[in-house]
């Protein structure tokens, strides 16, 4: 499923946060939204989401302005991941998934045989079933971040959004979200994710599009968004971009560090 994002504004009050934005995302792409805090990430998220109403432009989701769509409704487009979540009872693992299910259920339906069947899959497929008894408040960042995305499955949505799924998680856990994130847009889902990472961006994602006071920076391929003019321009700082294994990863080093003389 696609979504398409069209000349999109959003303020608050007097201050205005988005200019202008256009995008699209096609189905199975991993899309990074990158940028430094406070360029309007998390409120471009919730303007897609519908959590906030008041922009100008238009959201489409195949083409339907998500404008008309139904808290329902929108829960069967799209999923949100959330960076993190704490539940103020410590329910279990697989009871944080089934939740994901609300969608699907009448107010006065229990969940069936089917909804628990969809979450074994979901935790399966997440590679965490044997988590599925544990308390959720005693996993670590990692688990508890693949549970969100388990949960965001089983809701049966085409496309995820992820609000800067690595943030407070360990190198380790990092990598196993975000491989876990590309697989689902290998097998078709629409993947969106924000970040403040140039390198993840550029060994996971499909498309980056760079942010930057608001504003769409530029957009393309990884090789084409992160290079040394667009990091400039982006975060305000001098890097060298250094490409390895064929270019096959890019990473940032600080050009005070590489223009330092190295003595025995």
Known sequence: MSIEVQNLNFSYGSRQILFDVSFSVEKGEFLSILGPNGVGKSTLFRCVLGLLSGYTGRVLVEGLDSRTFSVREAARHIAYIPQSSRPVFNYSVFDIVLMGRTSALSPFRAPSQRDNDRCAWALDKVGISHLAQRCYHRLSGGEQQLVL???????DAPILMLDEPTANLDFGNQLLVLEQARTLAQEGYTVIQTTHHPEQSYLFSDRILAIQHGRVLTEGTPAQVLTEETMRALY????????????????????KITNQEVTP
């Open 236 to 255: 305000g700082v001098d890097v060298s971009v250094v490409s390895l294994y064929q270019d096959q990863a890019r990473i940032c080093i600080p050009q």
């Open 149 to 155: 995305i388990a949960r965001a499955l089983v809701q």
